[in-house]
């Protein structure tokens, strides 16, 4: 339906769309932003729920529903077919757009995305099935959101977090519709189901010796607490026509811990140096 999306804008010429993670918000591409916008119209959303767009506790907030949403979110802008980097459930939701509509993406770069089942989407999920188990957590995240921003974005190097952080995580949280919107996202995306199906999706796409729909950048990082490398590892054999780019000493959000490799990257990756 219709609601108000914050989204950041810099630099001018082809559009170079920017969809970021869970946990976090547009604010996450600030290291990479400027450069890029030397080149680009860089534009960068807070995806529903999230940062300073509008939240609802009832919206779906579905891998199908939010990849659905960045497609509307191009037509209104008119960039549909643009280039387009995702972090984490932001690849995640762009592979998934790619996937249903080849025409949404002219070149995708997908930066350390979750894809396929694991233990702990599992475990998440059977806990959040538990009656008083979403308004406890609700009950914590809001007694110190700050905090919960702090302790839950993790980087290869944790002293890259600052207070100016934590407030651009921490206070969408604040309020009550921004605690249930991120619940929401947890139980409604974090799914078994879904990653089966995105998973099975591109092992069709082996199975019948299709690449897939667009030109495909995988940044991973070796080393990551929160989405295993092990994703990077499969999907590279999943999607062989796929360009597959490792780092070392950096994170899921690669952007933060190693945002010149980022740029570097991602312009050779794009034809742009």
């Known amino acids: 339906g219709k609601h108000h999306v914050s989204y ?37 959303p807070d995806l529903p729920g999230s940062g300073d767009s509008e939240k609802s506790s009832d919206a779906p907030y579905s891998v199908e529903t939010l990849a659905t949403w960045i497609g509307e979110f191009q037509r209104a802008l008119g960039i549909r077919g643009c280039k387009t980097i995702g972090n984490s459930l ?4 762009c592979m998934r757009l790619a996937m249903d509509d080849a025409g949404a993406f002219a070149q995708l770069v997908n930066i350390h995305s979750p894809f396929f089942p694991q233990a702990n989407y599992q475990l998440l999920h059977t806990l959040l099935k538990i009656p008083g188990i979403k308004r406890a957590l609700a009950h914590v995240i809001r007694k110190n959101p700050l905090k919960w921003a702090h302790k839950n974005v993790h980087y290869y190097d944790e002293s890259l977090k600052s207070l100016e952080e934590a407030h651009a995580y921490g206070d969408p949280l604040a309020a009550k519709n921004g605690t249930e919107a991120f619940i929401r996202y947890l139980s409604d995306v974090l799914t078994p189901a879904a990653f ?3 998973s099975s999706d591109a092992q069709r796409l082996r199975d019948t010796r299709e690449p897939f729909p667009v030109p495909l950048l995988l940044i991973y990082a070796r080393q990551d607490p929160l989405v295993s490398p092990k994703n990077g590892e499969k999907l590279a054999k999943l999607l062989p026509d796929a360009k597959m780019v490792w780092l070392d000493d950096s994170s899921h959000f690669a952007h933060v811990d190693t945002p010149k490799l980022i740029v570097d990257e991602v312009l050779r990756f794009l034809g742009d140096s």
Not at 9 to 32: A, C
């Open 8 to 44: 950041r804008e810099q630099g001018e010429g082809e559009p170079l769309l920017l969809v970021h993670g869970l946990m976090t918000t547009s604010y996450s591409w600030r290291y990479v932003m400027g450069d890029l916008a030397k080149r680009y119209r860089v534009i960068a």
């Open 90 to 93: 932001g690849g995640l939701l």
């Open 196 to 198: 089966e199906k995105i």
